[in-house]
């Protein structure tokens, strides 16, 4: 039987070292614009020893283990748009030690159970966005819920992970095809078949300043084919009713650079684009008359470059319009979509409408398919709208009530 002065000796050899928690280190991500908080975890483990003392022989003591103390690195992120306070998280796992005195005789010895107690941190993890600069770190401390399990001669640590970040995101979104697309008509009941059918369009113009009445969401956009009496006769009429009618865009003169079609001058067409078109600036946005996507000396592009040159500042424009007619697949696609950022670079970096395009030779399904996906991207979110020629039978459409080919492309089903 050992003194008490020995019980008290071995009690105090195994008597537990407590480490307390030590403050998360910070780490300061700083910009113009921002300094972000990051935290770190720690954990903190104390072990219980049990020491069992038998009459009549030397008392054992187990090792004591040194508590533990970890540092797992929250992840982190910022950009320059914004600031993030992160969360700290403390794991704590505390134990004691307890000696337990056995007695011992000629019956059996009663034996003590070594307990565990755990207490465990449920993590939290706090993510706040700022979007001005943070000066003071703002610390978040997670709210235990202690929970004791007895586990024979086990020390366990409650691990946890803490994601401690306020990520911002930004997402570029593109301009819808179907809010972009339109269409190029004669036959306004092929409009609303083609929307029957589930086509995608927002837009339509038939090459005049009036029409039959359109299916419900359908924008009708009036053109000014030509200054010529025929054409401009009730054009101040069918504008402000049309514009009266939801249309936010007038259309100028057809092709004036080819001259099977509205067959102008430039300088002839600039002073009829001030005289007609000018007074509905403020009311509409207003285009530059459309031309073809020839390269011929006093055509297309050189055509539209002598215009502003005869408007010397005077003609009201928002954004060009231009035609192309080429071959089909991906290379006749490519050729297109380039001459549409040819026609923006000549267009003082104003917007695009593609009223007329199609596909005149090869494969005119992987040319939609290659137009279609691509006109939807950001790099060409400066064409604004396009139609494609057009929907009537032969083209977009097969018969009268189903979509070709090319046209279920072009219609997004």
Known sequence: MYSKTSLMALCAAAAVREVAAGRGHQHMHANKREIVWAATETVVVTDWVTVTVTEGEEPTVAAVPTSVQGHRPAHHSHSKQSSAVAATTTSTIESSTSVFIEASSSASATTATPTTMITAVKPTTTTVALSSVVSTPSEVTSVAEQTTVAIPTTTSVASTTTSAAATATTSVVSSSGGNKRGLAFNDASLVQEYVNLGGAASWAYNWGSSTADLPSGITYYPMLWSPASEHSNGWDGFAKAAIANGADALLSFNEPD???????????????????????????????PAISSSENSGQGLDWLKQFFAACNGQCKF????????????????????????????????????????????????????????????????????????MAGVGELFSTSTSLSSYGKIYAGI
């Open 258 to 288: 080819i001259a099977s079609q509205a067959n102008m001058s430039p300088a002839a067409a600039a002073a009829a684009h001030i005289q007609w078109m000018n007074p509905y600036a403020g009311q509409a946005r207003i285009s530059t």
């Open 318 to 389: 928002d954004f060009c319009a231009a035609h192309w007619y080429g071959p089909g697949d991906k290379a006749g696609a490519d050729a297109f979509l380039s001459h549409l950022q040819d026609v923006q670079s000549n267009c003082d970096g104003k917007p695009v409408w593609v009223t007329e395009f199609a596909a005149e030779s090869g494969s005119v399904d992987v040319f939609m398919q290659e137009v279609v996906e691509k006109l939807a991207t950001d790099d060409f979110s400066f064409v604004e709208k396009y139609s494609y020629f």
